[in-house]
């Protein structure tokens, strides 16, 4: 099947600092990834759609200066919180569009907490 | 933004019970599906239906896709304690995103 690896799954990072997210389809290339925020108890909120080559599309209310987005190959795109705020604390999770499975196969997450 | 309402919201239930949940939208999808999400995991797939009036089992799941292509439910027969989480619908356009119910988070007691 259609394996999506998210790492980390876990982190903790200073206010202030910027991390990154990696989001990388194991099995298959990937031209379209991504990017949800889920916060505790609520649904999965897309924030952008990362395009292999190009710029990602960001919705509506996402900073794309603070959540900048690089899908530089097919199987890899990056999700970098810059400046984290305790706010911007959440699960973060991608999901890439595979042909051989139906469609959106979900990595498992990263669990961000800024102090 | 979300464009799916999905209900209920929670459900406790029994071992052994029969659960029932839905999702409905003002918008048509060609694609609706079902996904389950354990604790601290990422969403996993449970059952994909393509066609309007298509009714789909898994295992102990049934899922259909309604006739209007605005609505889907999915139903769990003799529930068993592992069946606990949350559980979203999604709805799929062609050339679109994927936009997600809120969530039906089940609660099953042994």
């Known amino acids: 099947g259609a394996v999506v690896s998210q790492h980390p799954s876990r982190v903790i990072c200073k206010s202030g600092t910027s991390v990154k997210i990696e989001c990388r389809s194991l099995?298959?290339?990937?031209?379209?990834m991504f990017w949800y925020r889920q916060f505790p108890k609520q649904s999965l909120m897309l924030m952008a759609t990362?395009?292999?080559?190009?710029?990602?599309?960001?919705e509506q209310g996402v900073e794309k200066d603070k959540f900048l987005i690089n899908h530089a190959s097919l199987t890899l795109s990056t999700l970098t919180v810059t400046s984290a705020h305790p706010e911007d604390s959440s699960f973060y999770i991608c999901?890439?569009?595979?042909?051989?499975?139906?469609?959106?196969?979900f990595g498992s997450g990263t669990r961000l907490t800024v102090v | 933004g979300q464009q799916l309402n999905q209900s209920p919201q929670s459900m406790f239930i029994q071992e052994g019970e029969d659960v029932s949940m839905n999702c409905t939208s003002s918008?048509?999808?060609?694609?609706w599906l079902w996904y389950k999400q354990d604790p601290g995991e990422g969403p996993v797939l449970l059952i994909a239906?393509?066609?309007?009036?298509e009714l789909t089992s898994n295992g102990r799941l049934t899922a259909q896709f309604g006739i209007t292509r605005k609505d889907s439910f999915l139903n769990i027969s003799a529930s068993i304690p592992s069946d606990v989480g949350i559980y979203f619908c999604?709805?799929?356009?062609?050339?679109?995103?994927?936009?997600f119910g809120a969530g039906t988070r089940l609660t099953v007691k042994p």
């Open positions: 099995d298959f290339q990937a031209t379209t």
């Open positions: 990362s395009n292999e080559g190009s710029k990602a599309t960001y």
């Open positions: 999604a709805g799929h356009r062609v050339g679109n995103d994927m936009r």
């Open positions: 239906l393509y066609k309007a009036g």
């Open positions: 999901s890439a569009r595979s042909d051989r499975a139906y469609g959106y196969t």
């Open positions: 918008s048509i999808f060609n694609t």
